[in-house]
């Protein structure tokens, strides 16, 4: 995926913050800090940062969007999207852990998430 | 938002998961390939499952193009469903090995277990677009040197039939050099189907993906395999309007076996190179007459005879011979441009048996359909898997089935 140009700018003014609680106060090693070790640190903050933006987008759009009634696919009854479960999810930067609302259609024997298509949000 | 409720990866990492699933030595070392390759701490458990069920979803999107294909009235099986058309259509076949362990085996499955192993047949297919000339003249009239070369006939006839011809003498090994033959088709695209099922419902796959590749329009189409019955089965009942042609390898690994057989390299020899041209111009029934003559002097095997005596091996050639000499018109094949050998499916079998094939290896049923399927997938230059995973968020349906408490 492209990255604006504004955007591109934004993550260098946050690295350029970043580099301080990661090395202190100069925002760099000591001389003769092994590149691999700065390799390794840089990058957990990049998983670390690309996990915090897919759980808090995911978090987000479930509290904002995923509240409403649902319908079942199966039956096309309307089902109150009551209850919440907890889901985690292994993605490629780490883990991704937030919450949403499902409910349940008793007479099809089926919980449904609503941020998904034919149900809520259709966008997802 | 394209994931299930049941998901426990996210798309990304789920196609990694599969790939190293499906490619690595054990699922172990998937996990291992994973951790080092993409920083991914996977267990094996999760890669087995997960892999497992993108393998069974990939055979039901198979089974249902199948079935949509078997419900085609007949005048559309001969219709090509898309607009390119191979030139030249080939189907080959053939079985690889793996081994089976069902944990809630029936009667039947333990007793077959107890008499055979744990070994079984499963079933490869390749399908070949190719692109070749038609020629008045056979392109390539003498056999290639390659064919005529002991050391290298040896070899062959070990690796294909398992024959062994003794080494009594050195022998002056001329330079055979693998290189293409004239008129020779080259490949342009293969797929592979592959599958544990019976022979009939392998035909039926076989059948609806040749379809679907839009084989049946094609102008030339041969069907390439060595002499074993299944092949033939398959051939008659589903690609019967295909050139049928007997793997030229095979059947020189038993005119091979048949001419040494009792005799010293010496006099063996220059007559294998007589049968091998015969066999190559199309002029089977000669190396037929003359194995008849050779039996002749040796005599018939007798009922316990060992496979190894020169008198069974020369049955055995004459046997296969009399069986197969429908399919072994090679010099017509060639100059209809057709391909004589079954060597990419023989490649093939060897490239799935390096996943699913080991002493230490042991599958179920489920687990091997999958795998096999998953396999094929990978293999196939039709890249079935990409449009697979591009279509998957779309098949997510949100829902989840639960049970309620009794």
């Keep these: 995926m492209a990255i604006s140009n504004e955007l591109r700018k934004r993550l260098e003014d946050i690295a350029r913050e970043l580099r301080k609680n990661l090395w202190g106060p100069k925002g760099y090693p000591p001389w003769g800090t092994k590149f691999v070790d700065m390799e390794e640190k840089t990058a957990d903050v990049g998983d670390a940062l690309a996990c915090a933006l897919l759980a808090q987008t995911l978090q ?17 009854e309307p089902i109150p999207l009551e209850e919440i479960a907890g889901r985690l999810l292994q993605a490629k930067r780490g883990e991704a852990a937030w919450q949403e609302s499902y409910g349940r259609c008793k007479r099809c024997r089926k919980a449904f998430f609503p941020s998904l298509p034919g149900v809520g949000n259709q966008s997802g | 938002m394209g994931i299930s409720p049941d998901d426990t990866a996210s798309p ?27 920083e991914l701490d996977i267990s094996t458990q999760r890669i087995m499952r997960a892999t497992k069920r993108i393998g069974q979803e990939r055979v039901e999107q198979r089974d249902a193009q199948m079935d949509a294909w078997a419900k085609l009235p007949l005048p559309e099986h001969q219709r090509s469903p898309r607009e390119q058309v191979p030139q030249v259509a080939c189907v080959e076949m053939d079985g690889g090995r793996l081994q089976i362990r069902n944990r809630k085996a029936s009667d039947e499955e333990k007793q077959r277990t107890r008499k055979a192993g744990f070994w079984r047949e499963d079933k490869v297919g390749c399908l070949l677009s190719m692109t070749s000339t038609v020629s008045e003249e056979d392109p390539c009239p003498e056999i290639p040197k390659t064919l005529v070369d002991l050391e290298r006939m040896r070899k062959i006839s070990r690796e294909i039939k398992g024959f062994c011809v003794p080494d009594e003498e050195e022998s002056p090994r001329d330079e055979a050099v693998s290189q293409r033959r004239p008129g020779q088709p080259e490949v342009l695209v293969r797929s592979v189907v592959a599958t544990r099922e019976d022979v009939h419902a392998f035909g039926k796959q076989l059948a609806a993906a040749a379809w679907q590749r839009g084989f049946a329009a094609a102008s030339r189409k041969a069907f390439v395999a060595d002499g074993q019955e299944a092949n033939w089965t398959v051939w008659g009942r589903y690609f019967s309007h295909y050139t049928p042609i007997l793997d030229f390898i095979h059947a020189i690994c038993y005119v091979f076996a048949a001419a040494m057989a009792g005799r010293p390299r010496r006099e063996g020899w220059p007559i ?11 002029q089977v029934q000669r190396v037929i007459e003359a194995l008849a003559v050779r039996q002749q002097e040796l005599g018939l095997p007798t009922k316990d005879e060992s496979e190894e005596s020169p008198r069974s091996k020369v049955a055995d050639a004459l046997r296969y011979l009399e069986n197969q000499k429908s399919r072994m018109h090679y010099d017509a094949y060639r100059r209809q441009g057709l391909p004589i050998t079954s060597s990419h499916i023989e490649s093939t079998v060897k490239q799935i048996n390096r996943r699913v094939k080991g002493t230490e290896k042991f599958w179920s049923e489920g687990g091997a359909e999958a795998l096999l399927q998953l396999a094929a997938d990978y293999l196939s230059e039709t890249n079935p ?5 591009k279509g998957r968020p779309d098949r997510a349906t949100g829902q989840r089935h639960y049970h309620g408490a009794a």
């Design chain 1, 60 to 76: 987000e759009q479930a509290e904002q969007e995923g509240h409403g009634a649902g319908k079942c696919g199966g039956c096309g």
């Design chain 2, 12 to 38: 990304v990492v789920l196609r990694k998961m599969v790939y190293a699933g499906s490619h690595a030595s054990s699922f172990e070392q998937a996990s291992k390939d994973l951790k080092e390759e993409a």
């Design chain 2, 272 to 282: 294998y190179c007589q049968w091998a041209q015969w066999v190559w111009s199309g």
């Design chain 2, 385 to 389: 898997l990409t449009t697979f995973w």
